[in-house]
């Protein structure tokens, strides 16, 4: 079937940190592969995203890659801000399953000055 | 912009009460989906919809039904509320493998 597994928060950072959260997926079939983040109070914004192997998604500074051979896309950033405390969701989306999401447990990050 | 809308951010209602949670998408999408969002657990599929009319179980349907009359309005209904559905409870529409977000309704079931 299909899941992802994401590290477990929470991750506390200072600001200008490096910033690694794992994610590994299983799937049935040719997944794409999403970040989601969550901000306090909101829902979900699409973060980055990649729709097959080696593809890298990138915005706001944040970058994953399509890792086929070790099932993984695991979300980096530079140098992280207080802005960027949130919850960060690994999530995948199969056309075998009908189009149905399917999301990591997520990572609480907070960044502090 | 893809909009989509939940009719409540913040809902308290009293156990045995039915409860409806509404959401709009003003793009058109053919998905929908319901899910809820718990500490530890994170997303949990209860229900989607590819059409209108048409709905499949997620993971977690036991206690929950849902309605789609239109294809813009997915609507989630709590037959009778019980304490262990307060949740964050998160609607989302789906086109090309990208899905969007509604703010969340988050119910207190008293």
């Known amino acids: 079937g299909n899941s992802v597994t994401q590290m477990e928060g929470p991750v506390t950072l200072s600001e200008e940190a490096f910033l690694t959260i794992n994610c590994t997926y299983t799937?049935?079939?040719?997944?794409?592969l999403f970040w989601y983040v969550q901000y306090p109070g909101e829902g979900l914004q699409l973060l980055l995203k990649a729709t097959k192997a080696d593809d890298k998604g990138s915005n706001k500074g944040f970058e994953a890659t399509y890792r086929k051979e070790t099932t993984s896309f695991h979300l980096e950033k530079g140098s992280v801000q207080v802005s960027d405390s949130a919850v960060y969701f690994c999530?995948?989306?199969?056309?075998?399953?009908?189009?149905?999401?399917?999301f990591g447990t997520g990572t609480s990050l907070t960044v502090i000055p | 912009d893809v909009k989509v809308t939940q009719s409540s951010r913040y809902l308290v209602k009293r156990t045995g009460e039915k409860v409806f949670l509404e959401c709009v998408q003003d793009?058109?999408?053919?998905?929908m989906f319901w899910y809820r969002q718990d500490p530890g657990l994170g997303l949990r599929l209860i229900y989607f919809s590819y059409d209108v009319k048409m709905k499949e179980k997620g993971d977690i349907p036991e206690g929950y039904s849902v309605s789609r009359e239109k294809k813009e309005r997915f609507s989630l209904i709590l037959e009778s509320a019980s304490t262990n559905q307060t949740s964050m409870y998160l609607c989302a529409s789906s086109y090309h493998r990208e899905a969007f977000f509604g703010q969340g309704t988050r119910l207190t079931v008293v």
């Open positions: 999530a995948l989306s199969d056309h075998d399953t009908g189009n149905q999401f399917y």
């Open positions: 793009m058109d999408h053919e998905n």
């Open positions: 799937a049935t079939g040719y997944p794409s």
